[in-house]
Antibody, heavy 119, light 112 residues
Framework: EVYLVESGGGLVPPGRSLRLSCAASGFIFDVYGLHWVRQVPGKGLEWISGISWDGRSVGYADSVKGRFTISRDNAKKSVFLQMNSLRPEDTALYYC????????????WGQGALVTVSS | QSALTQPASVSGSPGQSITVSCTGTSSDVGAYNSVSWYQHHPGKAPKLIIHDVSNRPSGVSDRFSGSKSGNTASLTISGLQAEDEADYFCSSYTTSSTLPYVFGTGTKVTVV
């Protein structure tokens, strides 16, 4: 069975950093693109970043570009999101999700990690 | 790129059929046959139920079906069951290189 488990969320003051991790199991990790999608409480979902199966291609939404960095470690079956210069509007539930090579839909999702940016 | 528009809530009685719409633009829903639907019980991981407009992953009930016309996609749940009560959201691949995926605003399906 496929599992994606996010960790690293928490309460952080504005301007500080946080690193999210997503550990995967139950599938061949290094043939999937991995993505981070967030949901602000009471609002819809927003794609914020993705990384290709080999880590060579990454993308970011304008809302986080220059502040967030996505990376992956295929040996550890994990994907990471380094979040710097956090703002109150970054407060959200952060999901990691996977996309099969050549597809454009999210096969599996994690349960999410809550990030709260507040003083 | 704005979020895809879904009704906030849809309700139906057990056994009935309901339809959830997902309206986008010619840059997302209308551009590709890459609309997907997800079922989300709060506190759990979202689950893929429809991909590529109308395809069901293995193990997903055939009571779930999808379609698309122009810039609007639709999810139909037939033979509504209590376990179908959940949040549903759509997603579409887009023509934007900086925002390749957009999501719907989400619909709460209630079985009354």
């Amino acid at each position: 069975e496929v599992y994606l488990v996010e960790s690293g969320g928490g309460l952080v003051p504005p301007g500080r950093s946080l690193r999210l991790s997503c550990a995967a199991s139950g599938f061949i990790f290094d043939v999937y693109g991995l993505h981070w999608v967030r949901q602000v409480p009471g609002k819809g979902l927003e794609w914020i970043s993705g990384i290709s199966w080999d880590g060579r291609s990454v993308g970011y939404a304008d809302s986080v570009k220059g502040r967030f960095t996505i990376s992956r470690d295929n040996a550890k079956k994990s994907v990471f999101l380094q979040m710097n210069s956090l703002r109150p509007e970054d407060t959200a539930l952060y999901y990691c999700a996977m996309i099969s090579l050549g597809e454009e839909f999210f096969d599996y999702w994690g349960q999410g990690a809550l990030v709260t940016v507040s003083s | 790129q704005s979020a895809l528009t879904q009704p906030a809530s849809v309700s139906g009685s057990p056994g009935q059929s309901i339809t959830v719409s997902c309206t986008g633009t010619s840059s997302d829903v209308g551009a590709y046959n890459s609309v997907s639907w997800y079922q989300h019980h709060p506190g759990k991981a979202p689950k893929l139920i429809i991909h590529d407009v109308s395809n069901r992953p293995s193990g997903v009930s055939d009571r779930f079906s999808g379609s698309k016309s122009g810039n609007t996609a639709s999810l139909t749940i037939s033979g509504l069951q209590a376990e179908d009560e959940a949040d549903y959201f759509c997603s579409s691949y887009t023509t934007s290189s900086t925002l390749p995926y957009v999501f719907g605003t989400g619909t709460k399906v209630t079985v009354v």
